[in-house]
């Protein structure tokens, strides 16, 4: 290899010729000008890029330098490290340790790191831990604080920034491809941030969203302290998921049907093996329950829910978890309550709890055109038992909107559903009914008398004083 000779890069003799610095006050005395922290994240870049340039070493240090920068672009902790200790001696090695960074970087060298290497200015988002979402949209930065999101001060530098944030998001996640034949597409990184990229023609201008687990805390004691369920029942919840009813959790986008879903997974016996299938890593039962047995279970883009159904049947296990349901994971998420266990939890983007078996059923009959929606409503309205509801209300408060059961009379081939529970939103209180049907009474009886009877007895107790006024129960209407 012929090396050719190049002049060293030097700093601070850059800064004397071009003399770059952000104005003060007393901008006439020199000595009172500050160096321009942009300024010197272009210029250690290129001080980078020049101390690695290919000609000056060898192939193998080149391919080991590119591996070092690609895992640091990941947000591999130790290639971090690594770098923003290598960038830190540059500095020292310049003097140039004082000059003054953004108070959302833990220090000088690490603000050039996220700068060169990562997300550059949106890095603030971590100053905000307990913000759910985050988006970029163009150059502009925006949080959801409380409940609605706030555009930041900050801004990227220009739409070639936003570029190279997507760039980075592909080349780190194979699969995932965003270009005009395929304008968005969505993953989740390794540390559990869902995130989900528009361009043109989608979208007016690149947008990429950002959305995080805000609660580690998977208690009912925790979401009663959110107020998300009153404090009178949390051991009511803690019952009923011991119960190991099949139950569905649905609510739009951001309800907290997630995080209440992996408070029922906490609060069951550790000792029991759930399957959790879902598209693509989010849930994260593993990361989050350590000291839990839980195999986690992936479809591909195309839902593939025959196979992990096929390899679910040969994994012990003692019941399924089924996160997000869009389409054919209906079929995989109903055909694990009939594998001869019990204890099945789905979330799902419903509205109306009156329509949960039809719209279930649906998704199954568009997988499988030969099968009739009536057939598919009744297996439905057979297999589940539960259905629990969430809402977003003001200031980011989620909620439990309601509790109901699903019914089914194979004699009279009918369905209805039953609320147990419902909240009003006027009022700030929920409302309780203590007639349960015989059916899952029964259900529950048979699986552990105490807990029943303490469900039982709690929405008896509860109605007497905040009993539910209107009716109850609604039939489900089959249709052919």
Not at 73 to 100: C, F, H, P, Y
Not at 157 to 182: H, P, T
Request: charged letters at 30%.
């Amino acid at each position: 290899m012929t090396h050719a000779l190049t002049k060293v890069f030097d700093i601070n003799e850059y800064l004397q010729e071009h003399a770059v610095f952000l104005a003060t006050e007393n901008n006439d005395n020199k000595q009172d000008k500050v160096l321009s922290f942009d300024l010197l994240v272009e210029k250690i870049r290129e001080s980078l890029s020049e101390k690695y340039d290919d000609n000056k070493i060898t192939d193998q240090q080149l391919a080991d330098r590119q591996e070092l920068e690609h895992q640091g672009a990941l947000g591999v902790a130790k290639a971090e490290n690594m770098l923003v200790s290598e960038i830190e001696t540059l500095l020292r090695e310049q003097n140039l340790l004082g000059v003054t960074y953004p108070d959302f970087y833990d220090s000088l060298a690490h603000g050039l790191f996220h700068e060169i290497y990562r997300f550059g200015t949106f890095h603030k988002w971590e100053s905000y831990p307990d913000s759910p979402s985050a988006k970029i949209v163009g150059k502009e930065i925006w949080f959801k604080v409380d409940g609605s999101f706030k555009k930041q001060k900050e801004e990227l530098k220009d739409d070639k920034q936003v570029e190279e944030i997507i760039r980075l998001l592909q080349i780190g996640n194979s699969g995932f491809k965003v270009n005009e034949a395929n304008p968005q597409d969505e993953i989740v990184l390794e540390n559990g941030v869902r995130v989900k990229v528009l361009i043109p023609p989608l979208s007016q201008t690149p947008t990429i969203v950002f959305r995080r687990f805000v609660v580690k805390n998977f208690s009912f004691q925790k979401q009663a302290h959110y107020g998300t369920i009153p404090v009178e029942d949390i051991s009511f919840y803690e019952s009923l998921s011991n119960l190991y009813l099949n139950t569905i959790i649905a609510g739009e986008v951001e309800s907290g049907k997630s995080t209440f879903l992996k408070t029922v997974y906490g609060t069951r016996d550790k000792d029991r093996v759930a399957i959790l299938i879902e598209s693509s890593p989010e849930t994260f039962l593993k990361r989050d329950f350590p000291d839990r047995l839980v195999h986690e279970l992936y479809t591909d883009k195309n839902g593939d829910i025959h196979a992990i159904i096929r390899d679910v049947l040969r994994i012990d296990h003692d019941y399924v978890i089924v996160q997000e349901v869009r389409g054919i994971e209906a079929e995989g998420a109903i055909s694990a309550t009939e594998r001869g266990t019990r204890g099945t939890l789905i979330t799902y983007h419903i509205t109306d709890p009156l329509n949960t078996s039809e719209q279930l059923a649906q998704h199954i009959v568009d997988a499988f055109p030969n099968r009739r929606m009536t057939s598919e409503m009744r297996r439905i309205s057979k297999q589940l038992d539960l259905g629990i509801t969430m809402e977003t209300f003001e200031n980011n408060q989620k909620k439990v909107t309601s509790v109901y059961e699903m019914c089914n009379d194979n004699e009279k081939d009918k369905a209805w559903i039953n609320y147990l529970i419902k909240y009003d939103k006027q009022s700030d209180q929920w409302y309780y009914n203590p007639t349960i049907s015989e059916q899952l009474k029964e259900k529950m009886s048979i699986y552990d008398q105490s807990l029943t009877d303490y469900v039982l007895n709690h929405l008896k107790k509860r109605s007497e004083r905040y009993p539910i006024t209107t009716n109850t129960y609604q039939e489900i209407h089959f249709k052919e």
